[in-house]
């Protein structure tokens, strides 16, 4: 049962809990009872089944689960005696549709009689057997308790003391409520009963459970009056609450140029600013009034082809000076633009151009034949500059654009907006998110898009410069704009845009770079929030929300100092002559905090859809609380907060929104289906806690290689962003007992490989004469003696850091090379003396990339693959700590080798070793890039037939971000310093190597400078060669470029992941978009760095083993 939260929970136990009392008197439990009475129940089950009713609204579902507490003492000889003999029942309550209080009482008597007759079985045994999904936040079974102390309360009395009870107001909640009651007498010796409600405080405001409260007592007290009433029609709303939903919240007039359309208020402030620069692209410029010339040439071309108002025009264009001259021709002559987005597919741009019986298309060469019409067309390149308007004869009601959107049937819908509302909307928005005239605004959604007309259109009208940023790579022409410190007015952008734009912007730079931030279109994470909060503190940040059918944006919320750092962003206030309501199915207005069916009414709506009278009909409905006035129903649950803000509650259909984009899945899965070879399908989005979501396509097909194929199919199409993201190959759907797909049941499925068993072992021996000259560099390192030849360097003071320097001292030592890896199993003086002879020159041996680690006659192969500093010595304290399985590392492979410059040829060099040289089921596990790199690997190894039992992912991404990729330095100066901060980083001290110092050196110089910076660092010994040192930073170069062409693969097998706090806001860190198998996200204690570190590696270790294990017994 999911609780509308008003605050993001604290995941640290305790959680603070806070008390609300309150009464029935006499009279009213009287008529409880009475009524309890009448109908075979007790008093119990009458506060039962209003909790359960009240609980269903608030929550949205009609299946309740309640615990309570049960005495447990049927048995006789168990009446006398002392002891807590309680059990805790789960009651499952479920008030139907139309249910009157009579038969949801039947019901309820029904269900507490049930869990009566099974009060013997431990509850602990229940929910064992269950295996309910565990949360730290929640119960096992329900989150909500109700208690009825039906015994009365004794008296304390104490010789020569008064004793009072004393009530407390806080305590520990165990539950997100917890509603409790229990009879006391009045003054006059009455049974009343009195309530009191314990509620979680990390959870709920005190105002809102004040009005739950009050809520139940309504409710209640509506049950046993009407009983033969239908429990949903039963009023909540307290005394003037209808007066403040319906007007005061409502009180959204607002004066603006009705008479107006929207061209000819850009034509005002051309007139005003006609030298204005009015709009700009990469390759130019046009002013006011040059932009005013061409769409003037653009109309009288329209108007020589009949067109005027009502008639419709197709609009294809790059994005670039040309589409804005030809969509503000369009208007001046009088038409409704179609935008035609020549990125999207010919098949949807044909079909919109025939649905919407365009007359005209207006077009540049380059895209010309983008679209398969056989009209007029007018090319932009061909037409001129004139001065003067043809008159259209337009008006305010007559359509300005036509926006189609995803439809629910299978085919994409027209959105007729008029000018009436766009302009409504443009005129709260120029004054609310960029008043003034100075500064500039980029436009970067697509003009397909009707997030584009804030950017597009408030610059114009208020006389400022609108900048055109390119489609390709629209975040780092973001970023560009954002460092320049130009004088910008405001940004859009969707929220996944902006959480990217924080991990490439230095932050330093931010503040009072940009005046108003809008976002919208999906839910803000906390740590964007955060972010832009902390580093802008003085830019404005909104956070918009509307449908296309109520012309962009219908209501925003402004992020102020007190508003919540954590859990769900209000939508806000409604904008000018909007109004909102959030109404239940008799379309009558619910209590602040319940959530019912959001509808808006006002200025802001559209027409309807084009073509569609029937489907106008049912999403347009009269509005009962304006003669006249329409409503229109946005299918999206909300509620009202406290505060007097509308808080977003998510689709009540099969409708979502991915990027800022509306998506009908059932167009998706329509379109799926058309493949010959697939036999049904089925879309969903998949999430994990901000941002991370996808796309995914499960699919009944027939054959081999669908999936790419099914790609392929669907590209020609639909948009890109209604293409799946990752198909997942089904047998059949699930179905529910009422045979529709059960779209909860639809997980990426647990794929369980089974490989086969062997063991290996090693072993060696030491001389000690290297011994006593390997002591001596022991003796430095260390900085104290060491006389055992079998003691261990990591027992006696030895470190990750301290190793680098062992290894390069070994070298200088002995003029041999022994890879850093080799300390994980030759630890003792005595194993590293056999090693330093058995190795060859250091100008000639070539370590090999498998090392074992520790080998055991036992299964699973535990092997570790390298970060980006191509070593596995990080990976030391979690080896150690896995005593039931043989381990083994990958080292990165020297720059020099074959296939060692990219991931892929890596991986194929990783898997040739494992192959023949690691028995048993295979564990990969990989930590931040190995992780990549060990994924890379076991997709290698399953087109071997070698799968992996288990992938396990340590902190690290499934891709690297494009964003991150964008940013990524390409010389050699850049990608040393990033390694230099990542160093810093990963050793906790600083390095005192500047780029800027290393880039106006002699190349010839350089390397020298950079041995005695590392060196004075610590991070490897005095006078270690120059040419040692650019070896190390020659692997990190490799690794990291092989990220740049690196495209993970789908993987057929087991993922589990690690994840820090840090990325929590992350999910499943993308695993998700490209398993096969079940993707399992565990919390891991400490951060990216100090999660393979003491005290963390303790907890990691112990949850490593259990998931090694958990595989072996399905292997």
Sequence with gaps: MALPL??????????????????????????????????????????????????????????????????????????????????????????????????????????????????????????????????RDTHALFQVMLILQ?????????????????????????????????????????????????????????????????????????????????????????????????????????????????????????????????????????????????????????????IGPEAIVGLCTERNLAMVVGLLGILKAGAAYLPLDPAYPRERLDFMMADARARVL?????????????????????????????????????????????????????????????????????????????????????????????????????????????????????????????????????????????????????????????????????????????????????????PTETTVGCCAYEVIPTSPWSGPLPIGRPIWNVRLYVLDELLQPLPVGIPGDLYVAGSGLARGYLGQPTLTAQRFVPNPFSMGERLYHTGDRARWRTDGTLEYLGREDNQVKLRGFRIELGEVEDAMRQHPRVLDAVAMVREGSQGLRCLVGYVVGQGEGLERELSAFLRQRLPDFMVPSLYVPLPALPLSVNGKVDRRALSLPDWRLQVDTAASSAGGRALSTTEQRLAAIWNEVLGHPVHDPQVDFFDTGGDSLTAVKLIFLIEREFTRTLPLSSLFNKRTLAAQAVAVLESGSAATNSAGALVPINIRKTAPSVVFVHDISGQILSYRPLAEALVEASVYGLQSLPPSQGGANSIAGMAAAYAEAILIRVPGPLVLVGHSFGAQMAAELARVLITCGRPPALLAVLDGLAEVDPTDLAIMPRDDIELLDYMVRTLELSLERRIDLDAAQLRVLPESKRADWIATKVSEAGVVPKGTPPKQVMQLFAIYKNNLESLRTYRPGRLACPVTVWRTAALAERGDLGWG???????????????????????????????????????????
């Excluded at 307290?238 to 409502?250: I, K, W």
């Excluded at 061209?263 to 040059?290: C, F, N």
């Excluded at 978009?1073 to 990691?1100: C, R």
Aim: with cysteine.
């Design 362 to 546: 207006v077009t540049q060469n380059t895209v010309r034949e983008v679209v398969s019409f056989t009209g007029p067309t007018l090319l932009l390149e061909q037409l001129d500059r004139v001065q003067t308007c043809p008159a259209s004869g337009v008006v305010p009601a007559n359509l300005a654009y036509i926006i189609y959107t995803s439809g629910s049937t299978g085919t994409p819908k027209g959105v007729m907006t008029p000018h009436v509302a766009i302009v409504n909307y443009l005129s709260w928005s120029r004054t609310t998110y960029a008043p003034g005239e100075q500064g500039s605004i980029p436009m970067t959604p697509s003009y397909a898009f009707d997030g584009c007309m804030t950017p597009l259109f408030a610059p114009l009208l208020s006389g400022r410069c609108m900048q055109l940023l390119p489609r390709d790579d629209v975040l780092s022409q973001m970023r560009h704009v954002l460092e320049r410190r130009e004088n910008l007015t405001m940004i859009g952008c969707g929220p996944a845009h902006l959480e990217a734009l924080r991990h490439v912007l230095e932050p330093d730079r931010l503040r009072g770079q940009v005046q108003t931030i809008v976002t919208g279109g999906e839910p803000v994470q906390a740590s964007t929030l955060t972010f832009w909060r902390r580093h802008a503190p003085t830019t404005c940040l909104y956070n918009e929300y509307g």
């Design 150 to 306: 039906n015994m009365p309360l004794g008296k304390l009395s104490l010789p020569e003391l008064e004793v009072e009870p004393m009530q407390s107001e806080e305590s520990v909640a165990s539950f997100d409520l917890s509603l409790s009651f229990i009879e006391i007498e009045d003054t006059s010796g009455q049974a009343c009963l009195q309530g009191m409600l314990e509620y979680d405080a990390d959870k709920f405001l005190h105002a809102s459970v004040e009005r739950f409260a009050a809520q139940l007592k309504s409710l209640l007290e509506g049950i046993v009056v009407e009983p033969e009433r239908a429990v949903d029609t039963l009023g909540l709303l307290a005394p003037g609450e209808r007066e403040y939903l319906l007007e005061t919240l409502n009180d959204t007039a607002h004066e603006v140029q009705r008479e107006r359309c929207l061209h000819e208020m850009v034509a005002e402030q051309a007139a005003r600013t006609p030298g204005k620069i009015a709009v700009r692209d990469l390759a130019g410029e046009l002013s006011y009034a040059e932009l005013e010339a061409r769409a003037n040439a653009v109309a009288w071309a329209l108007h020589e082809l009949g």
């Design 6 to 135: 008003e605050q993001a929970p604290h995941t640290d136990a305790p959680r603070l809990g806070k008390i609300i009392r309150f009464a029935f008197d006499s009279v009213q439990t009287r008529c409880m009872k009475a009524f309890a009475e009448a109908n075979s129940a007790t008093l119990f089950m009458v506060l039962a089944a209003s909790y359960a009713a009240l609980l269903a609204r608030y929550s949205g579902t009609r299946d309740v689960v309640i615990g309570t507490p049960i005495a447990n003492r049927q048995r006789k000889e168990l009446e006398g005696l002392i002891g807590c003999f309680l059990n805790t029942l789960a009651l499952r309550i479920q008030p139907g549709a139309g249910m009157s209080g009579r038969e949801l009482l039947a019901h309820v008597r029904e269900r507490v009689l049930e869990a009566y007759e099974w009060q013997d079985a431990p509850f602990e045994a229940v929910v064992s057997s269950l295996h309910p999904e565990r949360s």
């Design 1073 to 1115: 978009a490209y398993a096969n198998g079940k993707v399992s996200l565990l919390d891991a204690a400490g951060e990216h760095v100090s999660m393979l570190k003491p005290p963390h590696v303790k907890t990691l270790a112990l949850s490593l083993a259990e998931a090694i294990a958990v595989t072996g017994e399905r292997s």
